[in-house]
């Protein structure tokens, strides 16, 4: 595991200026937030700061304004939802650098918290400018990176700011980085991938890399249906990439010459139409699909087969659901695996890592949320971990 410094690391912060990069990029309806898990997952690390008489300033980006000031798009938007989650009153800056923010912190008592504009309302922001970086720093002491999500961007707020000040990783940042590192960087053997989804074109870089680090690569969803026609299945009308079956093929070797088996289902839910509960709904073997039917799920006895795979491993990254979980009955076969991976976690059996939108709607809408040993929901960043890739805003805080 990569070495970086954490807040149990920092000295005596009373009096000084943390600049704490933070993701309040919260989906909003009404001018409220929707959804404050964001928010949560970055309070311990603002108020464990202001406890210890830090000035905390907080850096977030809200939505996409392309370098340009929009009032819909400022962070004021969320300072009453962050308020509720902290309770603390915040401080809203309209500025990121220059004389507001320093008469600012001059109001700022010790453990005051306050929240900078939107860092992406400056092109300096995404193209990681140097000297925009150097003017944020200027009214720091040191950095902190608790975002996480954004740390696939090589960004000033994210990156640029840590080669500045001394950086250090947040509470969340911490947490997730140890989860990832337990997962892939030094996990238990034997380790189990799902990987899930409509198409293998979006995954194609997580296979690739997964196969050579896992010993069981589970493949569902829509993907799933392009590695069967690749063993020359018939799927029907299902969601299919016809022109990646050699790619499918190519990837199934690799996995054999690396030891990972592959596990595709053998018996499928299907339907003529999809929608919920249809009169056509049937469940037969991959290879008696008819050509005017769509695999829209895993059967029974592959998700049974799957439930015994887990039973031998220790440890599983799971991003994906199975089958089209967001429509009954589809959600069977992701439901069922969510409860089998949550008692085989409370049971210590296994550590289970899960993250992508998708696959933490899975585990929320089956009930097993708290039950997962951790749950990403970094989005980009996560994917971009399972693919092997180097993200900046993480190799910038090791020492």
Same mark, same amino acid.
Request: proline share 4%; aromatic share 4%.
């Given at each position: ?18 600049? #704490?990069?933070? %993701? ?17 997952? $970055? ?6 700061? =202001?406890?210890?008489? @830090? ?40 500025? *990121? ?31 990681? %400018?140097? %000297? ?5 720093? &200027? ?14 961007? &090589?960004? @000033? ?33 034997? #380790? ?9 074109? +979006? ?20 993907? &799933? ?21 050699? +790619? ?13 088996? #592959?596990?595709?289902?053998?018996? *499928? ?19 008696? $699909?008819?050509? %005017? ?38 959600? +069977?076969?992701?439901? &069922? ?7 085989? +976690?409370?049971?210590? =059996?296994?550590?289970? /890592? ?17 039950? /997962? ?27």
């Amino acid at each position: 595991m990569s070495k970086f410094k954490t807040l149990d690391d920092l000295g005596d912060v009373a009096g000084k200026v943390a600049l #704490v990069r933070v %993701d309040l990029n919260l989906p909003m309806k009404d001018g409220s937030a929707t959804d404050l898990t964001r928010a949560e997952a $970055v309070k311990p690390t603002i108020l464990e700061l =202001s406890d210890k008489g @830090a000035k905390v300033l907080l850096l977030a980006h809200f939505g996409r304004p392309a370098g340009k000031r929009s009032s819909v798009l400022s962070t004021s938007m969320v300072v009453g939802d962050v308020e509720s989650v902290i309770g603390k009153e915040i401080m809203f800056i309209p500025e *990121v650098s220059g004389p507001v923010v320093e008469q600012t912190l001059g109001i700022l008592r010790n453990g005051d918290v306050g929240l900078l504009e939107n860092t992406r309302f400056w092109p300096g922001e995404e193209a990681n %400018d140097v %000297d925009f970086a150097k003017a944020i720093a &200027a009214h720091g002491d040191f950095f902190v990176n608790d975002a996480f999500s954004a740390a696939h961007r &090589a960004h @000033a707020t994210t990156e640029g700011i840590a080669h500045v000040l001394p950086a250090y990783a947040g509470r969340a940042m911490e947490k997730e980085l140890k989860a990832l590192d337990s997962a892939l960087g030094n996990p238990e053997a034997p #380790v189990a991938a799902v990987v899930g989804g409509a198409k293998v074109s +979006t995954k194609l870089a997580v296979l690739e890399n997964l196969v050579g680090r896992v010993q069981h690569l589970i493949i569902g969803g829509g993907m &799933a249906n392009t590695f069967l026609a690749a063993r020359g299945v018939d799927v029907g009308k299902s969601l299919c990439e016809h022109d990646l079956t050699e +790619t499918a093929s190519k990837i199934m070797d690799e996995a054999d010459h690396a030891g990972c088996t #592959v596990h595709l289902p053998y018996d *499928v839910v299907v339907a003529k139409e999809f929608a919920a509960n249809p009169a056509s709904l049937r469940t037969c073997n991959v290879h008696e $699909v008819a050509e %005017d039917e769509m695999i829209l799920d895993i059967g029974p006895q592959a998700t049974e087969a799957l439930a015994d795979v887990l039973k031998t491993c220790r440890t599983l990254v799971w991003n994906g659901p199975l089958g089209a979980f967001e429509t009954e009955p589809f959600d +069977t076969a992701t439901m &069922a695996l969510a409860n089998h991976v949550a008692a085989l +976690t409370l049971e210590d =059996s296994l550590i289970s /890592v899960a993250g992508g939108g998708d696959t933490v709607a899975a585990l929320a809408q089956a009930g097993v949320t708290d039950d /997962v040993t951790y749950i990403s929901t970094a989005g980009g960043a996560f994917l971009e971990w399972m693919e092997g890739k180097t993200l900046p805003g993480v190799a910038a805080l090791e020492k």
